[in-house]
């Protein structure tokens, strides 16, 4: 589940508590399919570095999935009316390893190669002009030590509701999200 999460939404919320101080940055992440465990690479524009006071402390990494507002008016009859909010959301724990200034520059590369593939005409990181954009950024290597994962798809509710949900997510309108209802069509049937 997690792994998913990562690979369909790869834009992540890095927390850090620095100086007493809570701190959030928000920057497209990629999951490390050659490490051995769960790893995400990332990187940080500066001075994010320092604001964060990356060293041996533990981060959290926020993934945020498909969610969607639930109206009560597809409730089935006699259901509680109480609005709600449907969502997927992994929270993720590490310390982060800061990268050599070549590995950042591979970290770059390979995160702009993921989404530059899926357009027309490409254009991936040249090594050339890539180098000095890399020196205003620091590379991160964030090895996850835990996780939860919180999904909420209407699994407090009856199955007719649960199916009225999904048909109206489905539906035209303001809240139209058919994935989220194929997000819930799987997390109730269990995969």
């Not at 690479?41 to 639930?70: A, C, K, M, S």
């Not at 009560?72 to 929270?91: C, I, K, L, M, V």
């Not at 190669?113 to 180098?131: D, K, Q, T, Y």
């Not at 030590?145 to 509701?161: A, G, H, L, N, Y």
């Amino acid at each position: 589940m997690v792994r998913r999460l990562i690979r369909e939404y790869p834009w992540g919320i890095l927390v850090s508590n620095n100086d007493g101080g809570l701190v959030a940055s928000h920057y497209p992440i990629l999951l490390d399919d050659e490490a051995e465990g769960l790893e995400i690479l990332t990187h940080v524009g500066r001075p994010d570095d320092t604001i964060h006071g990356f060293g041996d402390r533990e981060i959290l990494l926020i993934i945020q999935g498909r969610h969607g507002y639930i109206s009560p008016s597809w409730y089935a009859p006699g259901a509680t009316r109480a609005p709600t909010w449907n969502f997927s959301a992994a929270h993720c724990y590490g310390v982060p390893q800061i990268l050599e200034p070549e590995e950042n520059l591979e970290v770059l590369a390979r995160l702009v190669a993921n989404f530059e593939r899926h357009v027309e005409e490409p254009m991936f990181l040249n090594p050339e002009w890539g180098r000095p954009v890399s020196q205003g950024t620091v590379g991160i290597r964030l090895p996850i030590t835990r996780f939860v994962c919180k999904i909420k798809m209407s699994q407090d509710k009856d199955p007719v509701t649960q199916n009225q949900v999904m048909a109206a997510l489905r539906r035209p309108g303001t809240y139209q999200n058919p994935d989220l209802a194929d997000d819930m069509a799987r997390a109730l049937s269990g995969d």
